[in-house]
Structures are given as C-alpha cells and as structure tokens.
C-alpha cells in the first residue's frame, strides 16, 4: 500500500494532462458529492465518502495498471525495432559501408564485405582499399539524389550520407539489363526514298527501269535482312523498314553503308541513284511514329538527299551520309508550283515584306528585290526590310544605284518600321536562308511567324521554323536568286516588268554565289542568268559592284598571311584586337582553295560587332557542312559557314581544331573526305 501511494507513481499519473484534469474533475466531484450529503444526513454523507474512497482507489489501481500495460507493449515494440534494425544491417542487401572523418573504413555490414572478397578491410582507408569506390565516393558526396554508378562491372544506386559518412550501394544489375533489353526491344520506323529515280528514268527503256528498280529493291532488301529489319515496298521510289532498338544501332554505327554501295554501283552503270532515309524511333504510338519519320524524311530532302536522318521527337537529329552534292533537277514542274502558290498566297494579303538573313550578300540583297517585283506583278505592296548598319561595300554601291529608282529606294524600310506596319493578314517573305536566329528581324518573325514564306538555297538544318505557308528550299540550285528568277515566267505580265537594277543585283548575286559561273552552275542557272541579261542586267555594274576597296584589299592579304596548311586542310585565324569584314573572310577562304594540297579552308575572324564569323571552304570532297553544323551553323557541303558569340579568335580557332582532330568526328569525316 505504501509503494502504491508513493509520490512518484502519483506523479506518474498525473503527469498526462488528459489523466490530470480527468482525476482533477473527478476529485472536485467527488468532495461536492460528499459535502452536500454531510450536510443533508451525517450518515448518508460517511456511506457517499466510503463508496468514493473504494471507487476512487479501484480507478487508480485499473488506471496504473493500463500504464503498466502500455510501458511493456512500447518496450517491447523498441525491442523488436531494434533487433529489426540490427538484422536489416546485417542481412538486407544493401551494402553499408561507414567512414571516420579521415575517410577509414570503421565498419562495413556483411552484404558488402561479400564484394571485397571478405578480406579484412576495417581500419583502412577506402581509397588504399577500392581506388574505383574512393573516386564513386568523390564524385557524388555532396548528390542530393541517387546516383547509378557500374563498379566492379555491376549496376548499383549509389547514396552517400553526409552527416553519417555512410555509403550507400544497391545492386540493382538485373533491373538495368531488364530496362536495356527493353529499350533494345522498342521499335523504330523508316522511310527510303529514292532521291532522283523519277528523273532519273526519264528515256530509259522498260528493261533497263525494271533492271535498276529490282538491284536497288535487292540491294536494300538484302541490308536489311543482314540487319534484322522488316522491308517493304511502298512505291517504285520509296520503301518502308521496321525494326528493332538494337538493329538501328547496328546500322547507325556502320553509318549506313547502303547509301554508299548504291550510289557507287549505280554510278558505274551510269545511273547514279541515291537514297533519302528518314527513321524515327522512342514513341510507342506508331502514327506519331511514321509522322516524325515522315519529318525527318522531308529534312533529309531539304538538306540535298542522299542521307540519313534519325531523330526522335523533340529530340537533337543525327545524320548519315551527304557526301555529294545535290543533284539538279531536270523539270521545271516544282517552279511552277511554288510560284503558283506564292502567287495565292499574295493574293490574300494585304501586304508583303521580304527580307534577308543578317549582313546581307548580293544573292540575299538581290532575292529581296525580285520578291519585291514579283508582288508588284501582282497588285501588291511590299516592302524590304533592310539594316543599314550591316550593309558591305556592294550592297552600300547598289543602294548608290538605286538614288535612280526612287520606287524602290521608297519601299526600303528599317526593321522599327516593319513591325509597325506589319498587320495580321500580311505575308513575311524570308530569303537565301530558313533560321530565325539569322534574320535581320527577329521581333517581325515573331509577329509574322504564322504567315511565313521560306525560299533558300541552302541545305535544311534542325532550328527551322514550325508552320510556315510555304516552303521553296532547292539545295541544288546556285542562289536563292536563280529561284526566284525561274518565278517571273509564271507570274502576271501585265504590268511593268523586271527592271535594269533588279536584274543587275540578281545576277550579280548568282555570279557570286558560283564564282562567275565556275561552281554549282547548272543548266538552269545559265537559263536564269540568261534571262535577266535579257532582262537589261549590266555587266559593267556587275564588275563595278564586285569591286573591292583597298581596305578590304589589304585585309584579305593580311588574313592569307596568317594561314595554316595541315593534312590538306587551311586554318587562317585573324588577330584577336583586329576587325575584319564578312565578305573578305569569306573571300579569302575562297582564295585558299587555290593553293596545291588544300581540299579545304577555314577562315576565323572578329566581326566589327565582336562576332567572331568562320567561314568554311571545299573542292566538294570534304563536307565542311557538317563541320559548321557542330559549331552552330550550316550551308552546303562546299560552303558554309557560322557566327559565335562571346568566344575568343583562338578559342573559336581550338573549338575547330577539337571537332577536326576528335575521333568521334573521325566518323563523321567519311562523309567529309572519302
């Protein structure tokens, strides 16, 4: 009894405020109850006392005895926590590895000794025991997240516990080789398409289509059993393979030789066929599938044909291939199409503006003023969006020649003002090139980007805009200017034509662009070239706008100067506090194809805006486009070119050199030097 009332068990009870003010309720209850019975009836009030005094002490003794209960349940539940803690340590298959602040090992669990072949390993540093483990534990001590990591050959999640210096390592090698089968597993579509076998047929006999159709459907057929595919035939001109993950790296890594022994075995035959490839892949729902194949179809075609393009959605494209140039075309049925629906799409708009990419060239320039004339065939206005600030010394020499054509001279407009005047039912005309990150006038793309007309020369890249109206992109022709010339035959000739200006600019501009006629002239560049002589272009103002002044004179023999010539390749780097113009660089990489030995040129110099411009040359064996797509630009096989800011000369120069001496790019120099 004595124990039972001893003031630390009361204190026990009553330390619970619940049980306090439960006990404090019933206490102050109970002494009311027994006062109002003494003062009715002295008896009634002793018999109330003695029953609460026995309710009273039967509570406390139920009441302790709950207590009692609940301590023994909570001790034994810490127990068995503990003891499961202790067997988790020891037995669940987690490997547990536990480090002093000198980085010692003080206690590894048995699941993790089984990796050190139960060598005796406490007390030594990690790194005297696992170099491998040391650096793991390096490199993601401060992760926030887990890390999987491949020690020993095996896949493990891989957790470091700061406070505790603990390691962490789950052996997770089955789910990895699972996750791999199934991402090898996962299908992927293409599309082949014979680039040229339209044209290419075109006077052959029903024998010698039927002999070239069966050794290309053959030839196809037989890559693609050698490679696990499933092959059909769609059209005469283009097919349909399905396959696996694995067997697209597999032929991504042969870098997809069919393309080659096709157009090699054709060419002997004289009838040279090459294949366009468009292949998608990482989508489970296969109309997504073949639409994203039929996207990268299209810019294989934009980019001159005979290449691969594999991309999933949203995903950077990677391409196969290109290693020739763009074939021409022998029908002038495109043109007339294009110019067609350029010809609607004027109709219904209410205005037009052309302009060219950044820094303007003549084929640029000039492509702006046909689109310009095109327009006025048409009843239409238009405008030229043009920076003043970014003219070179011929565009500045044409503008002196247009102070005679105050019309046209009237439509030339500042980039403020064509986003002024731009509407919503105004059409946007974006010429001799298709990224939006090179046009003089990025806030009017953004404004006009959903009435939009691309017409370029130039091979296609990824940075192209989503929706465009319309788009004329023909990498085998010469100069956006060629294009547009074969547009005026089949525009309304009611009003005044084509004017001496115009034609002069325009076949200035393709003179340019083939190096007089020398390079990637075509029989319909000469029908264009033709043409506007016809159409009063000058040949002395053609001689007079390609003049150089003496500036630029010096400049190019200064940069020639400063040239390097390895493995047949020309790096000329301009000096780090010197400027120099655009069209003089690109000039002098032209000029360094003219030396013995040299397939190609680069030439690196800083713009007056501290752009440093490269611009990129070739005999047309070594694909310099693939290289300037690396540095973020493009252009064509032969000529190209890009523009990088906040970079140094020489590290522009380095960044060249890496991707030319890099073994990866190694790979990619079979489509540059065959």
Partial sequence: MQNFFSSDKWMFYFKHPVVRWNACYAILMTIISVG??????????????????????????????LVTDANEYLNHLIDQIKQGQQEAMLKMPVGMIMLNQKKEIEWINPYMAKYFSLTRVVGKPLAEVDEELAQLFQQHEDDKEVAVVTWKDLQFEFRVQNQGRVIYLMDITKYEQISKQLEQEQI???????DNYDELIQGMSDTSVSNLHNYVTSEINKWAIENHLLMKIVDDDSYLIIGHQASLEAVENDKFKILDTIRENTSQQNSPVTLSVGIA??????????????????????RGGDQVVV?????????????????????RVRARMISQALKELIKQADQLFVMGHNNPDMDSFGACLGIRRIAEMNDKEC?????SSQHHADIQRLMKEMDNYQSIKDHIISPEEAVEKATDNS?????????ESMTISLDLYEKLQNRLVIIDHHRRGEDFPENPLLVYIEPYASSTCELITEMFEYQPHGGEGINKIEATAMLTGIQIDTKSFTKSAGTRTFDAASYLR????????????????????????????????????????GEEDRYYDSVTAAQSADMLLQITDVDASFVIAKRSDGVIAVSARSMGDFNVQVIMEKMGGGGHLANAATQIKDKTVEEVKQQLLDI?????????EEQIEE
Avoid at 188 to 194: H, R
Avoid at 427 to 435: Q, Y
């Fill in 36 to 65: 109002f019975s003494f003062h009715d009836n002295w008896l009634l009030g002793v018999i109330v006392l003695i029953i609460a005094l026995v309710g009273g002490f039967i509570c406390l003794k139920r009441l302790r005895r």
């Fill in 427 to 435: 059409l946007l005309v974006m010429v001799d090139h298709s990224k």
């Fill in 383 to 387: 405008w030229i969006v043009a920076d």
């Fill in 188 to 194: 992927f579509l293409g599309t082949i398409y014979l």
């Fill in 534 to 573: 016809s159409a009063g272009a000058d040949g002395l103002m053609i001689q007079s706008f390609m003049k150089e002044d003496s500036r630029s004179f010096m400049q190019r023999n200064h940069l020639l100067a400063r040239a390097e010539i390895n493995s047949r390749i020309a790096i000329c780097a």
């Fill in 660 to 668: 030319l001496n890099n073994k990866d790019t190694a790979e990619d």
């Fill in 281 to 302: 892949y990482g989508e489970n729902d296969l109309v997504k599938l073949a639409d994203t194949a039929q996207d990268n179809l299209d810019l294989a075609l934009g």
């Fill in 311 to 331: 991309r999933a959605k949203d995903k950077p494209a990677r391409f196969y291939g290109g290693k020739t140039d763009p074939m021409e075309k022998r029908t």
